[in-house]
């Protein structure tokens, strides 16, 4: 199959009005998709000022803000318009990208066409529900993914790690690797600047460790923080930089009152910010990839994160950076201290993730994506033949 035969209707709850590593990956694909010839309609919620342009043809689906998180959108519903505009397109494949109500809705269309469905996992939603003390409705929340992805005739996700826990919780049988890429033309270990440290009051020879993303309890400030404090406690000269912005902004500061908030950065302020910092210390146990780990990486940066779905297959303990268990504060505080009495140890596992980082090419890593879709397709379309049904159109 060639890709300008490819039509594919991309559902995502979240495409542009909140700038993360999901929705911009989202975004690099179909800009690929565009650039080999393929047809893409996007199906997302449209908002007056997103947070960067749309790449590729929107159409608008109706979302609900989430209460107390009203940056976020939840879709609930396939407006007449916007299923009009879907029946004219006629994709050849349907890519949801997110478990919500109109990805369901899009899947059961999709299902009673026969057009086959490919699904990417960005984010493990049930592990949210651990930092909203809801941590009982986990077992609820994997029953209905369960149902979700097992409609899909295919799964991408990020990472081996995360193929593994899929596979473990019966979520589908064809599970392929959509890995991330990175930009190094913006993330590299050019852009530190002594200047930059300076006018933030940073002295030449401090440890800075660094935090970069959303400010929301789900990235695990709470271990952040208390990671911070445990170092200090052994004697550990050490200072922070927060980059990023969300709600739980307050709560950081409080936490970490001598912080250095930089606020959202983008661009080549973004990437000098980042690049002036020593360690990357990562919490986080719900992304199923990672992408500020390897943009950290990518950066110079020695890593130190937990040992979970989204980093185990990006850092090397000892090679690239340090793992430790899910909220073993004691563990990365001894990490920390090691990093800031032995400098040419940071320097070294820096020098090992930049080479890893250089290995992620975007290209090949969405070509990936477009194969699923071309297998799938073929693989319907052999079904159909077999049940005597009006194959695909190409």
């Known amino acids: 199959m060639r890709p ?12 542009n009005y909140v700038r993360d590593g999901a929705n911009q990956a989202l975004n690099r694909l179909v800009e690929y998709l565009l650039r080999q010839g393929a047809q893409v309609r996007v199906y997302s919620p449209i908002v007056k000022r997103p947070a960067f342009p749309a790449t590729g043809e929107m159409v608008n689906i109706k979302a609900f803000k989430v ?25 050849n494949v349907v890519h949801v990208a997110s478990p919500d109500f109109v990805a369901h809705r899009a899947i ?47 799964i991408v996700v990020p990472a081996e790690s995360t193929a593994a826990i899929m596979r473990a919780q019966r979520m589908n049988k064809d599970i392929s690797i959509w890995s991330r890429g990175v930009d190094r033309a913006q993330f590299n270990p050019e852009r530190r600047s002594l200047e930059w440290r300076r006018a933030h009051g940073i002295g ?24 911070v404090d445990a170092a200090r406690a052994k004697g550990v000269p050490l200072r922070v930089v927060a980059i990023g912005t969300g709600p739980a902004h307050d709560y950081f500061e409080e936490r970490l009152p001598d912080a250095i908030f930089t606020g959202q950065l983008t661009g080549d302020e973004l990437a000098m910010a980042f690049a002036s910092t020593d360690v990357f210390l990562n919490p986080s146990i719900t992304e199923t990839f990672g ?26 303990d000892n090679i690239t950076g340090r793992l430790a268990e899910p909220g073993d504060i004691d563990a990365m505080a001894n990490e920390l201290a090691d990093y800031q009495r032995n400098p040419e140890l940071r320097a070294r596992h820096g020098a090992a993730g930049l080479e890893f980082a250089k290995t992620m090419d975007w290209d090949a890593i969405n070509a990936a994506v477009m194969h699923v879709y071309e297998r799938v397709i073929e693989r319907r ?7 005597g049904l009006q194959a695909l159109r190409p």
């Open 4 to 15: 300008e035969e490819l039509r594919i209707a991309l559902f995502s709850g979240n495409y």
């Open 291 to 316: 992408n500020v780990t390897l943009e950290a990486m990518a950066s110079g940066l020695p890593v130190m994160a937990a040992a979970a779905s989204g980093t185990t297959s990006l850092v090397q």
């Open 381 to 387: 379309c052999h079904l159909n033949r077999r049940l």
């Open 204 to 227: 030449d020879d401090e440890m800075v460790v660094s935090f970069l993303g959303r400010l929301v309890l789900e990235k695990g400030l709470d271990v952040f923080a208390d990671a």
């Open 108 to 154: 059961s269309w999709a299902r009673r066409g026969k057009v086959p469905v490919v699904a990417s996992v960005h984010t493990r939603f049930d592990t949210y529900l651990q930092y909203y003390n809801l941590k009982w409705l986990e077992p609820v929340a994997r029953a209905i993914m369960r149902r979700f992805y097992r409609r899909c005739d295919a």
């Open 67 to 91: 209460p107390g998180r009203e940056e976020y959108r939840i879709p609930y519903k396939l407006p007449r318009s916007a299923r009009r505009d879907l029946e004219a397109f006629a994709p």
